[in-house]
């Protein structure tokens, strides 16, 4: 009855992005709703058109059944986004700072809210390079792995999740090769 | 790998075989295959009953192979180009065999060994961390087990990835 083994040792990325669902978010609601309460925590009223902060899947939800519009967080638009590609570029050798579940965010909102944000083929193409950059330099960080440590600063969720089965195993197999130098 | 009694690929790479040599006379050792060992008798003994020869210090051995100077240069020089699967026999499981010789050796030995091992692993790393982004199956007819595990682990999450980030494209709207 064990698991398979992708499910052993990482999250899978729907996973990350149930977590990543419950930040909260600011909405522009269209219906009224009381103060109610859920489990994770008691959101509303919402007035419209006055804005309110409620949790990413509640938002989800309610913007797929047509009753709010979604406000971007502050770093999905296009010149923050252009601003941490250069940063990428610029900086062989570091992570830009970017929000540490920005990949699960930003996919939730582009699929849900395209007509909320703008330009969103632009902001999918940046995300992408984006993605690309980033994951060029953790190739080159992986080569400096040595059984004890591996130090890549800034990376986001889902690229930790991506490496991690492999690093992990990587590891372990390091140690065991190199117990010996230190008996 | 390693000790683990369970493991299978422990079980594996203890069966292969290393030249030892005799250093007494061990009376009706050679049961199942006739006659005694005398002093200095070469033979080929598979790594589970060579451990515990060497271990009671019966016999001598030479590092094999696998592992000898031709193959360590050729390591040094381009350790992507060395195919370490063929130098095991099929399987390859040459970094488990390593690892046990290696437990077997002095210090000085072992830790040249550890760190000829170390290096290999290390550059053919780049093999298993390209895999997320070029074609599979450039090199890995070449990797030997332990590779190839982590091969595909990276392989398996690349791919996994990529589906989650392009599914539910369509789903939700």
Known sequence: MALPVHLRDSVTPQELEMIACQQLIEIVPLIAMEKTAFISGAYGPLRPPSKAKLPLWMAVNLKLKKKCHIIAPDWLNVEHLQDRLAQEVAKPDAFSDLPFRFSEISKVLLDVASDDLENPDQLRSLLKDLREARQAKSREGLKHLDHSELGLTGLSSMEINEIRPFFVQSMNVLTKIARSSET | ?173
């Open chain 2, 1 to 173: 790998m390693e000790n683990d009694y369970f493991s299978v690929e422990a079980i594996l790479a203890e069966n292969q075989k290393i030249q030892c040599t005799f250093k007494h006379e061990i009376p009706n050792m050679g049961h199942l295959g006739g006659g005694t060992e005398r002093e200095r008798t070469k033979l080929q003994l598979p790594m589970w009953l060579a451990y515990v020869i060497i271990y009671s210090d019966w016999a001598e051995f030479n590092i094999p192979q696998p592992f000898g100077l031709k193959v360590r240069n050729a390591l040094k020089a381009e350790a992507t180009s060395v195919r370490l699967s063929n130098l095991v026999g099929a399987g390859g499981m040459w970094y488990g065999f390593g690892k046990m010789i290696m437990d077997m050796l002095s210090d000085e030995q072992a830790s040249e060994m550890s760190e000829m091992m170390t290096k290999a692993f290390k550059d053919a790393q780049h093999f298993a961390a390209i895999g997320p982004g070029g074609a599979g199956g450039s090199g890995s007819d070449g990797l030997d087990a332990t590779e190839r595990e982590i091969f595909t682990l990276a392989q398996a999450s690349a791919k996994r990835m990529k589906k989650w980030h392009e599914e539910s494209d369509k789903a939700k709207q």
